[in-house]
């Protein structure tokens, strides 16, 4: 096969679920500890998808008061079936168990969460029988601790399991073999799981059998998909879920990340939706040719009120607890108390951004951030009538630089585009962050990373860069926030 070069979903959008209803199709991923929780897509043509809500958008369904970086929502299976859209997933920081909601429209409202007591596991998945049994597989543990998927008959109303977990299939010798996704598919049953783990060895490979619970026969063609040792600029391909059109015809969607610089490579936008056509040659999928935008995409997104788009979230709460309306027309962002530090953004989509922001630090401390986490950031920060540029890479966190003077009212500006210069190493680093203030004589830089410092690789864990406001001390009114980004040239 050759592999998408383009994402169909852009920048952090990891685990992609799809499933079909009527003409349309809609698409679910994982959100860790940010919340609105589970972002929600709609398309007719498996490549321009639209944001249309949350499956988790209220505190009665997420909580992630225990969520550190990379916790909270796992990946989630998202089903239509019997008139209603089904979404199971997995909480990591709260009971650490499985969670169901349902929903007419997709767009919500969704009901409070259904909890599925169940031994401990992620990945879950719902299939149906044509006599209505429901069965939920998940990636859990055999009796020696081995990572295998196990499945169970659940009753999906109350939540639980009608019979004891049984295992299905240990993959075909990868390592965390998971994301299971179950279909009837003619007269068999076929089960595509992903292996490797979620890093350069990931791949999807397939079994079927003559009912939900197996006995699974590997498929001939065993990894369907994997990157592993190509040349291209997407790696760690795998999580993959299959979707038929009304035509008959079927397409997969699965992550990938796109690893730029040198030698390792790293990846900064984090694992991306990609897609793909899926062929059968003798009764087994496989996939087919890409399917993607022909051109690079480009994005314009403004704040021009109280309202916030349906791409922004926050950092361990929803937005709502950390930004409000401000008496000016704009936003009022306040520190947490006890956690000290609020975040609320947006997912960094594009290669190449430019993100400013103006804000009055009369009464605290904040700005503008980029992050992967709260100990891998790059931030501009104004307060006590100054500014900094600040890059916190674990446990180091160093003053890129500061102006000689400013006002408590501030434009500031964070850009990422491709290295422009020598590699301040031995190899180039997939991007460089430049970090600076707006002036009445045009933009000045404070300080400039390689962007390599803020990358899933050098920060570990599941998710991609965020941009957005930040608020370390009391409260910062924001007057206006925009972002652009593009894949092309800048």
């Given at each position: 096969m050759r592999l998408p070069e383009r994402p169909v979903i852009s920048g952090f959008h990891p685990d992609p679920s799809v499933c079909r209803a009527g003409d349309a199709y809609y698409l679910a991923c994982s959100s860790f500890e940010y919340a609105p929780g589970v972002p929600l897509f709609r398309s007719e043509d498996l490549v321009h998808w639209e944001q249309i809500g949350h499956a988790l958008d209220r505190p009665s369904q997420l909580s992630l008061d225990r969520a550190g970086p990379s916790g909270?929502?796992?990946?989630?299976?998202?089903?239509?079936?019997?008139?209603?859209?089904?979404?199971?997933?997995?909480?990591?920081?709260?009971?650490?168990?499985?969670?169901?909601?349902?929903?007419?429209?997709?767009?919500?409202?969704?009901?409070?969460?259904?909890?599925?007591?169940?031994?401990?596991?992620?990945?879950?998945?719902?299939?149906?029988?044509?006599?209505?049994?429901?069965?939920?597989?998940?990636?859990?543990?055999?009796d020696a601790g081995r990572t295998v998927v196990v499945q169970?008959?659940?009753?999906?109303?109350?939540?639980?399991?009608?019979?004891?977990?049984?295992?299905?299939?240990?993959?075909?010798?990868?390592?965390?073999?998971?994301?299971?996704?179950?279909?009837?598919?003619?007269?068999?049953?076929?089960?595509?799981?992903?292996?490797?783990?979620?890093?350069?060895?990931?791949?999807?490979?397939?079994?079927?059998?003559?009912?939900?619970?197996?006995?699974?026969?590997?498929?001939?063609?065993?990894?369907?998909?994997?990157?592993?040792?190509?040349?291209?600029?997407?790696?760690?391909?795998?999580?993959?879920?299959?979707?038929?059109?009304?035509?008959?015809?079927?397409?997969?969607?699965?992550?990938?990340?796109?690893?730029?610089?040198?030698?390792?490579?790293?990846?900064?936008?984090?694992?991306?939706?990609?897609?793909?056509?899926?062929?059968?040659?003798?009764?087994?999928?496989?996939?087919?040719?890409?399917?993607?935008?022909?051109?690079?995409?480009?994005?314009?997104?403004?704040?021009?009120?109280?309202?916030?788009?349906?791409?922004?979230?926050?950092?361990?709460?929803?937005?709502?607890?950390?930004?409000?309306?401000?008496?000016?027309?704009?936003?009022?962002?306040?520190?947490?108390?006890?956690?000290?530090?609020?975040?609320?953004?947006?997912?960094?989509?594009?290669?190449?951004?430019?993100?400013?922001?103006?804000?009055?630090?009369?009464?605290?401390?904040g700005g503008l951030e980029l992050r992967v986490d709260p100990r891998h950031a790059v931030t501009v920060e104004a307060g006590d009538g100054a500014v900094r540029a600040v890059a916190t890479i674990g446990g180091v966190r160093a003053v890129l630089g500061e102006p000689a003077e400013a006002g408590p009212v501030v434009t500031l500006e964070l850009r990422t585009a491709p290295p422009s210069g020598p590699a301040p190493s031995h190899v180039p680093g997939p991007d460089e962050i430049v970090a600076g203030v707006v002036t009445a004589d045009g933009f000045r830089e404070l300080g400039r990373l390689d962007g390599r410092y803020l990358s899933t690789e050098t920060a570990g864990g599941f998710t991609g860069r965020l941009v957005g406001l930040t608020c370390s001390r009391g409260h910062l009114t924001v007057a206006s926030f925009t972002h652009r980004g593009t894949d092309g040239a800048a």
């Open positions: 909270g929502i796992y990946a989630p299976t998202l089903r239509y079936h019997d008139g209603r859209f089904w979404m199971i997933t997995t909480n990591f920081s709260d009971r650490d168990g499985m969670l169901l909601v349902t929903a007419e429209d997709p767009a919500g409202p969704w009901s409070d969460p259904v909890w599925i007591d169940a031994p401990p596991g992620v990945d879950p998945d719902l299939a149906w029988d044509r006599d209505g049994t429901c069965h939920v597989s998940w990636s859990g543990t055999d169970a008959t659940l009753d999906p109303v109350g939540g639980k399991l009608l019979d004891a977990p049984r295992q299905l299939w240990g993959g075909t010798g990868g390592k965390y073999p998971e994301a299971p996704h179950l279909y009837r598919i003619g007269e068999h049953w076929y089960l595509v799981v992903a292996e490797g783990g979620t890093e350069r060895g990931h791949a999807v490979t397939i079994a079927r059998g003559p009912s939900p619970s197996g006995p699974f026969e590997p498929g001939p063609h065993n990894p369907v998909l994997t990157a592993r040792g190509l040349g291209t600029t997407v790696q760690n391909t795998g999580h993959a879920d299959l979707v038929q059109r009304p035509d008959g015809s079927w397409a997969m969607v699965f992550l990938g990340v796109r690893a730029l610089g040198g030698t390792p490579h790293w990846h900064v936008l984090g694992r991306e939706t990609y897609a793909c056509e899926v062929v059968w040659e003798d009764g087994w999928p496989r996939p087919g040719d890409p399917i993607e935008p022909r051109s690079p995409t480009e994005l314009t997104e403004e704040l021009t009120g109280p309202d916030l788009p349906l791409s922004w979230v926050a950092a361990g709460r929803f937005p709502a607890e950390v930004l409000e309306p401000a008496e000016s027309g704009g936003l009022r962002m306040t520190a947490v108390e006890g956690d000290g530090r609020a975040f609320a953004g947006r997912r960094q989509q594009h290669l190449t951004t430019r993100t400013r922001v103006t804000v009055d630090a009369s009464h605290g401390a």
